[in-house]
């Protein structure tokens, strides 16, 4: 069945780090892929998304590109932030599925000032 | 403004009680969602709906139930069968096929 693998958190960075998050995913057809973050207490909001192999979705200085001879859609940012400490969320959408989303487990990330 | 209203944000009830979980939409959209979380796990889905008077079992629906009466509104009502009922429950709603969910703020119940 499809399956969303996220790397293992918690990651704690400084200030300024590169944040790299990792996500592989395995499906039977083409699906679409979004990142989602959580802050403490509520619910998920889209960071970005990518429908079809080689877009780059972006948001708020995060990319993730959609690779699919690796079946990967890795979060990157170049500078983090303390406010972007959060669990991000990895998931896939596939329309033979009837547009449910399946999820990663979820990577906490922790930066330090 | 558009969104997904949760309501109440935290509940607690004693065990063996039935007790119904409010999520409420003005997204006009046709499917909606509930996830369960678990601290440090993922999303688990309970039910979801993709239009009004309809609606199927998601992966972990044993002890919950549900309804669709309205494009609007789909509460959840965590029944005193479900065995570990203390958790996070989001609410989504979903305006197409391979579109993005929207997320409620969640709603935290604590049974003892």
């Known amino acids: 069945g499809n399956s969303v693998t996220q790397m293992e958190g918690p990651v704690t960075l400084s200030e300024e780090a590169f944040l790299t998050i990792n996500c592989t995913y395995t499906?039977?057809?083409?699906?679409?892929l979004f990142w989602y973050v959580q802050y403490p207490g509520e619910g998920l909001q889209l960071l970005l998304k990518a429908t079809k192999a080689d877009d780059k979705g972006s948001n708020k200085g995060f990319e993730a590109t959609y690779r699919k001879e690796t079946t990967s859609f890795h979060l990157e940012k170049g500078s983090v932030q303390v406010s972007d400490s959060a669990v991000y969320f990895c998931?896939?959408?596939?329309?033979?599925?009837?547009?449910?989303?399946?999820f990663g487990q979820g990577t906490e990330l922790s930066v330090k000032p | 403004d558009g969104g997904i209203t949760q309501s109440p944000k935290y509940l607690f009830r004693k065990e063996g009680q039935n007790v119904t979980l409010s999520c409420e939409q003005n997204?006009?959209?046709?499917?909606m969602y509930w996830y369960r979380q678990d601290p440090g796990q993922g999303l688990r889905l309970i039910y979801y709906s993709q239009i009004v008077n309809d609606f199927q079992k998601g992966d972990i629906a044993e002890g919950y139930s549900v309804s669709r009466e309205k494009k609007e509104s789909f509460p959840l009502t965590v029944t005193s069968a479900q065995k570990n009922p203390t958790a996070f429950y989001l609410c989504?709603?979903?305006?197409?096929?391979?579109?993005?969910?929207?997320f409620g703020n969640g709603t935290r119940l604590t049974v003892t």
């Open positions: 989504a709603s979903q305006g197409g096929r391979n579109s993005p969910l929207h």
């Open positions: 997204l006009n959209h046709d499917a």
């Open positions: 998931a896939l959408s596939e329309g033979n599925q009837g547009g449910k989303l399946i």
């Open positions: 499906a039977t057809g083409y699906p679409s």
